[in-house]
């Protein structure tokens, strides 16, 4: 039997909206984005889940447990597949980033690999701590449909694993709030 991860981003914040960095700050889903979680259980009820792993994040378990509960199955938290931490960032806007940190914020956005945001995670320890995550989850389902509610650099980096993407489509790739995609593990 065939083991498949749906990957699931959040609901919409309002700092989505205004492009504030959230990292692992920790705002609610606004009310677009509970709507839009709303159509994703929709979506998500004719794709048979087995099991949900969270993000312990509030943006992300409110996602989670509103799937759930259309889909009548348990929210497991998660911590390793939280979004990464970006130190000094979090909580700015993208304008005052870029204004305080021109260099370094410039790289990020070019080559991700070779920069930390101050005080902040690595891509790689991120990247060690989610595939981690994943291949616990992974054993603990064999053979079931797990649905995995996270963020954006999470996502990314399970798709350059699973998908063999470039990996320095971590900051450039199109993820909107409320995306999702199954991938089947073999």
Do not use: C
């Not at 909580?91 to 204004?99: C, K, Q, S």
């Amino acid at each position: 039997m065939m083991t498949a991860i749906v990957l699931i981003r959040h609901g919409e914040t309002d700092w989505n909206i205004i492009g504030r960095y959230q990292g692992q700050a920790d705002p609610p889903l606004n009310p677009k984005g509970r709507m839009q979680a709303q159509k994703l259980a929709k979506e998500l009820s004719q794709n048979s889940l087995d099991v949900i792993y969270s993000s312990p994040l509030r943006r992300t378990l409110e996602t989670a447990k509103i799937i759930s509960n259309k889909l009548k199955i348990d929210v497991i938290n998660e911590p390793r597949i939280m979004e990464i931490h970006q130190g000094d960032w979090q909580t700015r806007l993208r304008t005052e980033i870029e204004e305080r940190y021109p260099d370094l914020f410039a790289a990020w956005e070019i080559t991700p690999w070779e920069v930390t945001p101050p005080g902040g995670e690595h891509l790689k320890e991120v990247q060690q701590r989610v595939s981690t995550a994943l291949d616990d989850i992974i054993r603990m389902n064999n053979g079931k449909k797990i649905g995995i509610v996270t963020h954006r650099i999470p996502i990314a980096l399970i798709k350059v694993r699973y998908q063999g993407m470039d990996p320095d489509i971590v900051r450039t790739i199109e993820l909107p709030n409320a995306y999702w995609e199954e991938i089947e593990i073999s």
